[in-house]
Each structure stands twice: as structure tokens, then as C-alpha cells.
């Protein structure tokens, strides 16, 4: 994955997380990304079952941040977050969540344990894992 050499390791809350400026990256480097969170996302342990949809609130916060980076011209940014946004949507096991205002999440149900976060997606275009739940 070409994306590792921009991974910032840091702990936050106890918690050990992982870092990625997408807007450090190149466009393929993007599409390893939303292939990474496509297959973490398809974990065996998730549960399929459970059934989001996602708040207007949401949709409409995500509607403008992908108008931002059009106004700003950060086409190879506004392709991978439409996409991301999409998958998120439209996959109705994975909550899709936030005002925009700080950014959004992804979470996901987990057998046993609860919702997590998948990632967390900032308006300062990062993205946070979270290594250990």
C-alpha cells in the first residue's frame, strides 16, 4: 500500500490511532485507501444485520464539503470523498454520520461488542483509525 509512507502513529485518549492527510496523497494512492476501508469494512465480525440510514443533516454536510473541494478544485480529493461518501450511504450496515462541522465518521456494529468507529473522516481532510478498541 503506497499510502503507509504517510501514516502518522499517535495516541490519543489511551487509545493508539493512525493518521492519513489524504491530502498528501496521489490519486492511486486514494484509491488504495478506499479500497482499504471497503475491505475493513467487509470484516467478518461486523453485523451485517443491523441497518443504518444516514440523517439529512449528514447528507447535506456532505453535499457541501464535496462542494467545497469542487470550488477549491481539489478534483483528485473531490473524487475519492464522493466515492467514500457513496460507498457509506449506500452500504446499510455502516453508519454514516456528522454535521460536517469537525468532519464525519464511519461506524460499524461489531458481534459482541457494540458500534466503533471504522474512521473518522476530518474537514482538514485526515482521516483517523482507531488500532485498538
Known amino acids: 500500500m503506497g499510502f503507509i509512507v ?35 469494512s467487509c470484516s467478518g465480525k461486523i453485523n451485517r444485520k443491523k441497518r443504518y440510514r444516514a440523517e439529512e443533516l449528514t447528507v447535506q454536510a456532505a453535499e457541501e464539503f464535496l462542494s467545497e ?11 475519492f470523498y464522493a ?12 453508519r454514516f454520520n456528522g454535521t460536517g462541522i469537525s468532519g464525519f465518521s464511519i461506524r460499524v456494529d461489531i458481534e459482541g461488542k457494540g458500534e466503533i468507529s471504522l ?15
Open 83 to 94: 466515492s467514500l461518501f457513496e460507498y457509506a450511504f449506500n452500504t446499510d450496515y455502516l
Open 6 to 40: 504517510h501514516l502518522q502513529k499517535f495516541s490519543q485518549n489511551n487509545r493508539l490511532k493512525l493518521r492519513i492527510e489524504t491530502s498528501r496523497l496521489s490519486e492511486g494512492q486514494l484509491n488504495e485507501l478506499l479500497e482499504g476501508i471497503k475491505t475493513l
Open 119 to 133: 474512521c473518522t473522516l476530518y474537514r482538514n481532510k485526515t482521516i483517523d483509525f482507531s488500532l485498538k478498541r
Open 69 to 79: 473541494l469542487a470550488i477549491n478544485r481539489e478534483w483528485r480529493l473531490l473524487g
